[in-house]
């Protein structure tokens, strides 16, 4: 099964169609995976027209019209959309043979949230203070989430690559955040449960006593705001059963149905639209993107602390996608295999690695990584970005393929 190189469309707007996708065939891979929705950023693009680009939330595409009528989310349109750039790369990726996947941010957009902040997350104490993230369990963010994703699938893209479609954190809800008060991983965990009425009611039909939950995430977090000590360790089931007590770990594991039923919903759409979906779960970038160290703890094992439960997807999407963020070669093979494991050896699995820093500091640390990828069970190994790293760390991929 052929690899992909994540990129984005201002690389190719900068650098030009045929000079991108000639270096892509070179480097062995056999497509492209283009952000056709993203979110804002900045970013530091070392071989880009811009050396530091600023990226706006939007999709790069007109969105259609017998789709998004009707909806009250719609979303904002990327400079140039009218251009019609995923169809120029389309082609010039047939014309070479290149598999061409849509890489969609579904549930991440402060464009969206700020603007109708009711469709965001709300905490314990009642706060919207996290725009950027979409609630899965709201009607309309579901809505929105089906219709932008048959609208890339009809962009003639082989897959429709899933990102930010569950429950964002606390600590990535914005993008200026400052904190100066010392939360622990589950304080922090705590803070960023969303208790909106729709993540309440979809609890209580579980039989999950939401009150109790939000009102006992409360008291721990405005202790720690007041300054109680925050609890140190990992985030996990027993621990937290521990610590906040066994209604608030039956409400945080309720709201995988949210996004177990939402993924299907998204799943069938594209389907319908003659495309396929492969779902990427964050956790593995979460945990490890800042250096490339993540905890203990496996990414396919924590991912409920996100609403995604990999059994119940694994019987839903044919495709997954996992960022294996980490510099060892041995943790890369762990959390892959934990997903095979996990989703059965017939649903493809695709490992997305960092060729770069503060992943991969050498050529050979990405070709073992590679290698442990594929025997860990990965029947396809991504990387990204082209963009984001300069083209002298690209140029390790070919000998890491071979």
Same mark, same amino acid.
């Given at each position: 099964m052929?690899?992909?190189l994540?990129?984005?469309?201002e %690389?190719?707007?900068?650098?030009?169609? %045929? *000079?991108v996708?000639?270096?892509?065939?070179? @480097?062995?891979v056999?497509?492209?995976t &283009?952000?056709?929705?993203?979110?804002?950023?900045?970013?530091?693009?070392?071989?880009?027209?811009s050396?530091?680009?600023?990226?706006?939330?939007?999709?790069?595409?007109?969105? +259609?019209?017998?789709?998004?009528?009707?909806?009250?989310?719609v979303? +904002?349109?990327?400079?140039?959309?009218? %251009?019609?750039?995923?169809?120029?790369?389309?082609?010039?990726?047939?014309?070479r043979?290149?598999?061409?996947?849509?890489?969609?941010?579904?549930?991440?957009?402060?464009?969206?949230?700020?603007?109708?902040?009711?469709?965001?997350?709300?905490?314990?104490?009642?706060?919207r203070?996290s725009?950027?993230?979409?609630?899965?369990?709201?009607?309309?963010?579901?809505?929105y989430?089906?219709?932008?994703?048959?609208?890339?699938?009809?962009?003639?893209?082989?897959?429709?690559?899933?990102?930010?479609?569950?429950?964002?954190?606390?600590?990535h809800? @914005?993008?200026?955040?400052?904190?100066?008060?010392?939360?622990?991983?589950?304080?922090?965990f705590?803070?960023?449960? $969303?208790?909106?009425?729709?993540?309440?009611?979809?609890?209580?039909?579980?039989?999950?006593?939401?009150?109790?939950?939000?009102?006992? $995430?409360?008291r721990?977090? #405005?202790?720690?705001?007041?300054?109680? +000590?925050p609890?140190?360790?990992?985030?996990?089931?027993?621990?937290?059963?521990?610590?906040?007590?066994?209604?608030?770990?039956?409400?945080?594991?309720?709201?995988?149905?949210?996004?177990?039923?939402?993924?299907?919903? =998204?799943s069938?759409a594209?389907?319908?639209?003659?495309?396929?979906?492969?779902?990427?779960d964050?956790?593995?970038?979460? *945990?490890?993107?800042? !250096?490339?160290?993540?905890?203990?703890?496996?990414?396919?094992?924590d991912?409920?602390? &996100?609403? =995604?439960?990999?059994?119940?997807?694994?019987?839903l999407?044919?495709?997954?996608?996992?960022?294996?963020?980490?510099?060892?070669?041995a943790?890369?093979? !762990?959390?892959?295999g934990?997903?095979?494991?996990?989703?059965g050896?017939?649903?493809?699995?695709?490992a997305?690695?960092r060729p770069g820093v503060?992943?991969?500091?050498?050529? %050979?640390?990405? #070709?073992? *990584?590679?290698?442990?990828?594929?025997?860990a069970?990965?029947?396809?190994?991504?990387?990204?970005?082209?963009g984001?790293?300069?083209?002298?760390?690209?140029?390790? &991929?070919?000998?890491?393929?071979?």
């Open positions: 052929e690899s992909s994540y990129a984005f469309v %690389d190719f707007r900068g650098e030009g169609v %045929d *000079k996708l000639d270096r892509v065939s070179a @480097y062995g056999g497509g492209v &283009i952000a056709a929705a993203y979110h804002q950023a900045r970013d530091v693009t070392p071989h880009g027209s050396r530091l680009t600023v990226r706006r939330d939007g999709v790069h595409f007109l969105p +259609p019209e017998d789709v998004f009528g009707g909806l009250r989310l979303p +904002p349109m990327q400079e140039g959309a009218q %251009d019609e750039p995923l169809a120029e790369i389309r082609r010039a990726c047939t014309e043979g290149l598999k061409l996947r849509g890489w969609t941010v579904f549930l991440h957009n402060s464009a969206i949230g700020m603007t109708n902040l009711d469709v965001t997350v709300q905490n314990c104490f009642g706060d203070g725009p950027a993230d979409l609630c899965p369990s709201h009607p309309d963010a579901r809505l989430a089906v219709a932008l994703a048959r609208s890339v699938a009809r962009q003639g893209v082989d897959s429709v690559v899933a990102e930010s479609l569950h429950f964002g954190t606390f600590a809800g @914005y993008h200026h955040e400052r904190s100066f008060v010392p939360l622990g991983p589950m304080d922090t705590l803070f960023g449960l $969303c208790f909106c009425r729709h993540c309440m009611r979809r609890a209580v039909d579980l039989g999950v006593n939401g009150e109790v939950a939000r009102e006992e $995430c409360g721990i977090v #405005a202790g720690v705001l007041g300054g109680d +000590p609890a140190q360790g990992e985030v996990t089931r027993a621990a937290l059963t521990a610590y906040a007590g066994p209604e608030v770990v039956a409400y945080a594991r309720a709201r995988s149905e949210s996004v177990t039923s939402l993924v299907a919903e =998204v069938d594209v389907t319908a639209e003659g495309s396929k979906l492969t779902f990427v964050a956790t593995g970038a979460l *945990k490890g993107h800042a !250096d490339g160290l993540p905890s203990a703890g496996l990414a396919a094992h991912a409920w602390q &996100i609403g =995604v439960d990999v059994v119940a997807l694994g019987d999407v044919p495709s997954f996608a996992v960022p294996a963020y980490a510099r060892d070669a943790r890369v093979a !762990d959390d892959i934990a997903y095979q494991r996990s989703i050896k017939d649903r493809e699995l695709r997305v690695l503060p992943d991969s500091d050498s050529a %050979d640390r990405l #070709a073992a *990584k590679v290698r442990a990828a594929r025997a069970g990965a029947q396809a190994v991504d990387f990204h970005a082209y984001l790293a300069s083209l002298e760390v690209l140029d390790h &991929i070919p000998a890491a393929l071979a």
